[in-house]
């Protein structure tokens, strides 16, 4: 598995692997039996790709005769082992795969395609996750200077946390909940389809995907004591960050321990404490002691030396994880709070406040209006690998894209950072500094400086101060979703600042079409709200994402799902703004409607293809990814090259597949990857270049204006049409 970045492998992939059998794990919208022996049956590695060992055995790159870059895992063989417990491991192999059948398209969770033979061997075939587990990026996280050399940021570490433990928090909606009991460096992976690894690091927002579940159990009574004693396969995770109950079979009730969801904070914590200090918690491999269950039994690691006083309680939440007794350990919930509080705890600017609203406001650009090009916030830069300093508003996005920022108004003047009302009281030698554009858009940007978010109009000024630790949206409709750092919680800012609607939602999306998605503290689930703060759609859906071309793609949640006997996790659809199923559930992703009446979605994460307002699909073709058109265009990836091009409404390949990454078209132009020198430029509907390629990161036009990463400082900017600063590159982010 690798970074986006890398270069490709070289050699072909010749060697050819037959299935004597497969089964998939779920069944193929419109796929025959034919078409699945022509996707699965004949696989294809290259020994340029080396095999990846796992708990269970081992993990090959293969691709299918379409093209689809996958994971095949084959079982590992022991030939010293006796009968039983070749039996045992066959067995154990099976329950990996029915773990992993339950947590598939759970976000941070591969995909899985389905269980088959080769010479009689089981092979489970999956997602290839293109990344880096933690260790291998530990040289790319490892960004702050100290005496003993480079070390991972403090920030980074928390970061780290609280995305790992909202992966587990995802498994524990399933119905049975789920332990992994693995949890290392080598099991924790950073997806970088993306963003690479430091550019992961930089918007403090992380990738995560948790792999090889070997060790992994359910969370109710009697499935893994008895595992055990029938199979004599003994699955206790990675010495180094497992707890003790996990490294011996003597405690009393330990079958029942062994199911605890501790077991993965005291797992985390102890990999949060190596990246902090350095070194694990207990050192064994520099430890004289017998077994690893007596260096861990009855005492807590040394605490780490505090490299400044105000990480003391960061270092405190990572111990208070790593306790022997199972009891005296932290929650997951609890952790991940004082985590994120730490990391949001500095002290930023407090926020103007101002009541909720309770009647619906009048914003400054109608829904009559004409809209602002065809280009949603998601269809900007969905998935632009190079695109740096992003946050999440929403926290969710089709196949490996998330929701992403937008571009603020063109302005060309050099006024100073001044709000109107600092004018009255400026000295009177000095020239009042004039008032921040009342009008147009503003965009998020990160203050080099502080480190904290604020809102930028389109000559660069501070239209709403650096106050937070997140992102904030765009702002759309005269309202811009934002993360309260005092409560955790999500609200909407206006122009000014102040609050429109208060802080009240687990998370919360752009407005549309006079809607916005939120998540309900109190249910944990979707709905819409208007401009007022009052729900429109009742919360009722496992995810939603903003209306686009009259239609919000949403998840079934997971009574529906279980109602309609989904196999396969709960799947996607479209809405009207009504809430009423507009395209039933029956997709794995969904991306947004545009207004040429079509949307990309997908069968499994890497097989997507358009549909029609009906759900049906539009035309033939399926590719490895793809996104929504714009101006009569989208960009999609073939599976064969792992290169982007850009599709017509008839699903002709109207600019050649050739570009290692590609955004989306506004104003005749779209940000584009050069394969050669993994740099950003804009290419025309004729697929020339129409800006060279010069940046280290690029997003679509709006108002004439891109974001853009300047090559040479890594800092963030706007560039207008011809590629020329129009912000300069002053910010350490921009939220795309």
Not at 288 to 314: I, N, Q, T
Not at 461 to 488: I, K, T, Y
Not at 666 to 674: I, V, W
Request: hydrophobic share 40%; net charge negative.
């Amino acid at each position: 598995m690798s970074e986006k970045n890398e270069a490709p492998v070289a050699a072909p992939y010749t060697s050819v692997i037959v299935l004597d059998e497969f089964e998939p794990a779920f069944p193929l919208p419109g796929t025959d039996a034919d078409d699945l022996h022509r996707r699965y049956d004949v696989l294809f590695s290259s020994q340029a790709s080396p095999d990846l060992a796992g708990g269970m055995g081992y993990v090959t790159r293969v691709r299918n005769a379409f093209g689809q870059t996958m994971a095949l895992k084959r079982m590992r063989h022991d030939p010293l082992a006796g009968d039983r417990v070749e039996r045992g491991r066959l067995a154990a192999f099976r329950e990996e795969y029915a773990t992993q059948l339950t947590l598939s398209h759970l976000r941070g969770f591969p995909d899985l395609y389905g269980f088959g033979s080769i010479d009689g061997d089981p092979v489970i075939l999956m997602e290839w996750v293109e990344g880096k587990t933690l260790l291998s990026a530990l040289a790319d996280l490892r960004t702050e200077p100290s005496p003993a050399g480079p070390v991972v940021p403090a920030r980074t570490v928390a970061a780290l946390g609280v995305a790992v433990l909202d992966v587990l928090a995802a498994a524990d909606g399933l119905d049975r909940g789920l332990v992994h009991r693995d949890l290392s460096p080598r099991n924790v992976m950073l997806r970088t389809s993306d963003r690479t690894v430091a550019e992961q690091a930089a918007s403090g927002r992380f990738d995560v995907c948790l792999i090889d579940f070997g060790s992994s159990a359910p969370l109710d009574a009697g499935t893994d004591g008895t595992f055990t004693r029938q199979t004599n396969v003994w699955r206790n995770g990675t010495p180094e960050y497992a707890p003790p109950e996990m490294l011996t079979n003597d405690l009393p009730g330990v079958d029942a321990l062994r199911r605890d969801p501790s077991i993965d904070v005291y797992a985390l914590c102890s990999i949060l404490y190596e990246l902090y200090a350095g070194k694990t918690p207990y050192r064994l491999a520099e430890s004289l002691a017998a077994s690893p269950y007596l260096a861990k039994r009855g005492r807590r690691p040394v605490p780490p030396a505090l490299r400044r006083p105000e990480d003391a309680p960061l270092v405190s939440a990572i111990l208070s994880g790593i306790a022997p007794v199972q009891a005296d350990r932290i929650g997951s919930a609890r952790l991940r709070g004082l985590l994120a509080g730490w990391v949001t705890g500095a002290s930023p600017r407090p926020l103007p406040s101002r009541p909720v609203l309770t009647a619906p406001r009048k914003p400054a650009q109608t829904k009559s209006s004409p809209r602002r090009a065809s280009v949603t916030r998601r269809a900007l830069l969905a998935g632009l690998g190079a695109v740096g300093g992003a946050a999440v508003c929403v926290g969710a996005a089709y196949g490996a894209a998330r929701l992403l920022g937008t571009l603020s108004d063109s302005e060309n003047s050099a006024e100073k950072d001044a709000r109107p009302e600092d004018a009255a009281e400026a000295p009177a030698d000095q020239e009042a500094p004039q008032a921040v554009s009342t009008d147009g858009l503003l965009v998020a940007a990160k203050d080099a400086a502080t480190g904290f978010w604020g809102l930028i109009n389109g000559s660069g000024q501070w239209a709403v101060e650096p106050a937070f630790s997140e992102a904030p949206g765009p702002l759309r409709e005269e309202l811009a979703c934002a993360l309260d750092p005092a409560s955790g919680l999500w609200g909407y800012l206006d122009r000014s600042g102040s609050w429109a609607i208060g802080p009240s939602f687990s998370a919360a999306g752009d407005f549309a079409e006079g809607l916005a998605p939120a998540r309900d503290v109190g249910t944990g689930l979707w709905g819409f709200m208007d401009e007022s703060g009052s729900w429109v759609v009742s919360p009722a859906f496992d995810e939603a994402r903003s209306f686009s071309a009259g239609l919000a793609a949403c998840r079934q949640p997971k009574s529906q799902a279980e109602a309609e006997r989904v196999r396969y996790g709960q799947l996607w659809g479209y809405v009207d703004s009504s809430g009423a199923w507009a395209v039933g559930p029956g997709f794995a992703e969904a991306g947004d409607f545009s207004e040429e009446g079509l949307a990309p979605a997908a069968a499994t994460a890497s097989s997507w293809e358009f549909i029609g307002r009906g759900g049906d699909r539009a035309f033939e073709g399926t590719w490895s990814r793809a996104r929504a058109f714009s101006e009569g265009l989208a960009a999609v990836m073939r599976g064969s090259t792992s290169r982007w091009g850009f599709v017509d409404t008839s699903g002709n390949l109207a600019i050649d597949a050739r570009f290692d990454d590609a955004g989306s078209f506004s104003g005749g132009l779209a940000p584009a990857k050069d394969h050669d020198t993994g740099l950003w430029g804009f290419v025309n509907a004729a697929g020339t270049w129409a800006v060279s390629p010069a940046f280290a990161g690029l997003g679509s036009l709006e108002d004439g204006k891109a974001p853009a990463r300047d090559a040479a400082s890594g800092l963030w900017g706007l560039v207008d049409e011809t590629g020329s600063w129009a912000v300069p590159a002053s910010f350490s982010g921009i939220g795309l």
